[in-house]
C-alpha cells in the first residue's frame, strides 16, 4: 500500500510496485494529484487522522508502504495507531535517506523519522527500514536514485517472503564515487577542468550550527554533503546491504 507523495523517487517506486502485478493500493490526501497512478492501483482518499477510515482502507493488505515526503513524516503515528487494529503484517516507514549521528538527529526531520520507528517498534509493529543514502538528493542531482530505489522496493516488497524483512535495516548502494573521481569524471566528459571546493570540517559544522540556530532547513544539505564527503555516510549505513537484481 503504497502512500502517495511528490517525491521522485517516491512516483517512481509507486510504477515500480504496480509493474510487479501485485494488488496495490495507494492511500492519498484529499487534493492530491492521482493523474500519474497507474491503471492498475485502487485508490484510496482519505484523511490519515481518521483512524476509522485508515482502519478499512487496510482490510486485506499485507504490507504499509509509507512514501510520504519530509512535512508529512508526523503524520505516520496515525498509521501507528490503526495498523494493530487491522491485519498487516509489515509497516516500512518513509525513510528514503540514511542513518544519521547525534548532530544529524539534531536536524528536526530525521529525528521525527526516528520517533517513528521507535513508535513502530513500541506498538510491536513489524518495521523494514530501508537506507538509500543522500549523495543524489543533496549532491549530484542523478536520476539514479529514483531508478535504484524503485527497482529494489519491487524485489523487496513484491516477491520476497515477509519473513526475511521483518524487522531489517536494509541499505541500498547507489553510487560509491570519491568526489575526485566525480570531478574527473565530469573534466573528461565535458573538455574542461571541473571546478571544485575544499572546506574543512570545522567550517562545514559552523554553517550547519548556524543553520540550526536560524532554524534553517539548509541544515540538511550541509550535513547530507559533510557526512558524504568526509567517508562518515558509509559507516552509519549499516552492514545488510539489499542487492537489487540486475534487470
Same mark, same amino acid.
Given at each position: ?8 523517487a517516491?512516483s517512481?517506486?509507486?510504477h ?62 496515525h &498509521? ?21 549521528d547525534?548532530q544529524?538527529?539534531?536536524?528536526p ?9 521507535l ?9 523494514t ?27 523487496l ?9 521483518k ?10 564515487p ?7 569524471? &565530469?573534466?573528461?566528459r565535458h ?10 570540517i570545522?567550517?562545514?559544522?559552523a554553517?550547519?550550527?548556524?543553520f &540550526? ?23 552509519m ?5 539489499w542487492e537489487?537484481?540486475?534487470?
Amino acid at each position: 500500500m503504497p502512500k502517495r507523495s511528490r517525491q521522485t523517487a517516491s512516483s517512481a517506486i509507486v510504477h515500480a510496485l504496480a509493474s510487479s502485478g501485485g494488488p496495490i493500493r495507494a492511500l492519498y490526501r484529499p487534493g492530491s494529484d492521482i493523474s500519474t497512478f497507474p491503471g492498475n492501483v485502487s485508490a484510496v482518499e482519505l484523511d490519515v487522522s481518521d483512524e476509522a477510515a485508515v482502519v478499512a482502507a487496510l482490510e486485506d493488505i499485507d504490507i504499509v508502504i509509507s512514501l510520504v515526503g519530509h512535512e508529512g513524516v508526523p503524520r505516520q503515528h496515525h &498509521l501507528i495507531n490503526a495498523i494493530p487494529k487491522t491485519s498487516v503484517r509489515l509497516f516500512v516507514p518513509s525513510g528514503l535517506a540514511a542513518r544519521y549521528d547525534a548532530q544529524g538527529l539534531r536536524i528536526p526531520v530525521n529525528q521525527v523519522k526516528k520517533d517513528v520507528e521507535l513508535a513502530t517498534q513500541a506498538a510491536g509493529i513489524p518495521m523494514t527500514i530501508v537506507l538509500v543514502g543522500n549523495i543524489a538528493e543533496f549532491a549530484l542531482a542523478t536520476p539514479t536514485r529514483a531508478y535504484v530505489t524503485a527497482a529494489a522496493y519491487a524485489s523487496l516488497f513484491a516477491s520476497t517472503p515477509l519473513d526475511q524483512l521483518k524487522n531489517r535495516t536494509l541499505t541500498l548502494s547507489e553510487l560509491r564515487p570519491t568526489g575526485d573521481e566525480i570531478a574527473a569524471a &565530469l573534466t573528461e566528459r565535458h573538455g574542461t577542468r571541473t571546478l571544485s571546493a575544499t572546506k574543512t570540517i570545522e567550517a562545514v559544522d559552523a554553517q550547519i550550527e548556524e543553520f &540550526l540556530r536560524a532554524g534553517k532547513p539548509f541544515a540538511l544539505a550541509f550535513y547530507c554533503r559533510k557526512v558524504w564527503g568526509a567517508g562518515l555516510q558509509t559507516g552509519m549505513a549499516g552492514e545488510d546491504v539489499w542487492e537489487v537484481p540486475v534487470m
